[in-house]
C-alpha cells in the first residue's frame, strides 16, 4: 500500500509560480511510475504530467508544456510539479498519483493510488 500526501498549494497571481510536492509512504516508490492529474469544478479530470519509474521519461499534457515540470527525487520518496507562468485557468484541485507500472502514462487508469489533492488557485 502506498501513501501519497500532496502540498505546495495556494493562491498565487497569474503569472507566478508554484511547485508542488507529493510524499509517498513505502519503500517501493523508486519501482513506481508517477503522475499529477488535476479537476477544476465542473470540469472532468485531466491529466497533466508523468513520469517513469526512474525519471528518465516525462510525458505532459498540451496545456501545461513548456511551462510544468514534473520531477522526482527517489531517495526522498517525493514527486514534484514545478509550476510556471501560471493561468487562470491552471486553478484547479492537483492530485498525486503511484503505478505499479514503471512506464509513464496519461491514463487515469494506469495509476493504483491516489492523493487527497492540494487546491491551486491562480487569480487574475
Known amino acids: 500500500q502506498v501513501q501519497l500526501v500532496e502540498s505546495g498549494g495556494g493562491l498565487v497571481q497569474a503569472g507566478g509560480s508554484l511547485r508542488l510536492s507529493c510524499a509517498a509512504s513505502?519503500?517501493?516508490?523508486?519501482?513506481?511510475?508517477m503522475g499529477w492529474f488535476r479537476q477544476a469544478p465542473g470540469k472532468e479530470r485531466e491529466f497533466i504530467a508523468t513520469?517513469?519509474?526512474?525519471?528518465?521519461?516525462?510525458y505532459y499534457a498540451d496545456s501545461v508544456k513548456g511551462r510544468f515540470t514534473i520531477s522526482r527525487d527517489n531517495a526522498k520518496n517525493t514527486l514534484y510539479l514545478q509550476m510556471n507562468r501560471l493561468k487562470p485557468e491552471d486553478t484547479a484541485v492537483y492530485y498525486c498519483?503511484?503505478?505499479?507500472?514503471?512506464?509513464?502514462?496519461?491514463?487515469?487508469?494506469?495509476?493504483?493510488?491516489w492523493g487527497q489533492g492540494t487546491q491551486v488557485t491562480v487569480s487574475s
Open positions: 498519483v503511484a503505478s505499479k507500472g514503471r512506464s509513464a502514462d496519461s491514463r487515469a487508469e494506469w495509476y493504483d493510488y
Open positions: 513505502g519503500r517501493t516508490f523508486s519501482s513506481y511510475a
Open positions: 513520469i517513469n519509474w526512474i525519471g528518465v521519461r516525462t
